[in-house]
């Protein structure tokens, strides 16, 4: 099946600080790309919808000038922490459609820990 | 906004069918219903999909009933990698939009 990889898969960071999560298709283009976060024994919650070359749409509730998504590129997307805070802890999960099936792969997921 | 109802949690012998219920009475023509599984700290697993004919394929069966109001997915002979969290999903074909439900989580006892 289709490849989608997160990086890194594990990062603590301090409190105000950001931090830059990256999502890649490996074999193949994605137009589209999906952020989930998932807090601990809760289901995934969509965050934001990452199109390539176009700003990234952002479901109700979820700071976009917080959590910065960017998609520069056909395999590549990447989510920004900014100023971190301990709430902000989570698991992040980043997703993308294989075009013209309908599928949709998960990548691996970043534990985000903020101390 | 999950357009689906799973039970929460269930159990089942190593070695036996596993059969996961999702309600989705709410379905419109044009939606799939998708099966994801998550282990625990991984990202989902896609598992199955389908529209209105029953799907089978090397990892599980999807049996829809005939006015698609709910599913269940059948893991044939469930081993102990089988435990997860099962989410039943319905989405418009090629509408990119995935949102998860609470989902069920499958324990698989020795």
């Known amino acids: 099946g289709a490849v989608v990889s997160q990086h890194p898969s594990r990062v603590i960071c301090k409190s105000g600080t950001s931090v830059k999560i990256e999502c890649r298709s490996l074999?193949?283009?994605?137009?589209?790309m999906f952020w989930y976060r998932q807090f601990p024994k809760q289901s995934l919650m969509l965050m934001a919808t990452s199109n390539e070359g176009s700003k990234a749409t952002y479901e109700q509730g979820v700071e976009k000038d917080k959590f910065l998504i960017n998609h520069a590129s056909l395999t590549l997307s990447t989510l920004t922490v900014t100023s971190a805070h301990p709430e902000d802890s989570s698991f992040y999960i980043c997703?993308?459609?294989?075009?013209?099936?309908?599928?949709?792969?998960f990548g691996e997921g970043s534990r985000l820990t903020v101390l | 906004d999950a357009k689906t109802t799973q039970p929460p949690s269930m159990d089942c012998a190593e070695g036996r069918a596993a059969n996961l219920p999702c309600n989705h009475s709410?379905?419109?023509?044009?939606?799939?219903v998708y099966w994801y599984r998550q282990i625990h700290s991984q990202g989902p697993q896609y598992i199955i999909h389908g529209l209105k004919n029953n799907e089978t394929n090397e990892m599980a069966s999807l049996i829809i009933t005939e006015d698609r109001k709910s599913s269940t997915l059948i893991l044939p002979h469930a081993t102990l990698r089988d435990t997860a969290v099962y989410y039943c999903i319905v989405r418009p074909a090629f509408n990119n939009d995935m949102r998860f439900g609470a989902g069920t989580r499958l324990t698989v006892k020795p």
């Open positions: 997703s993308a459609s294989v075009p013209g099936t309908g599928e949709l792969f």
């Open positions: 709410t379905i419109s023509g044009n939606e799939y």
């Open positions: 074999d193949f283009q994605a137009t589209t």
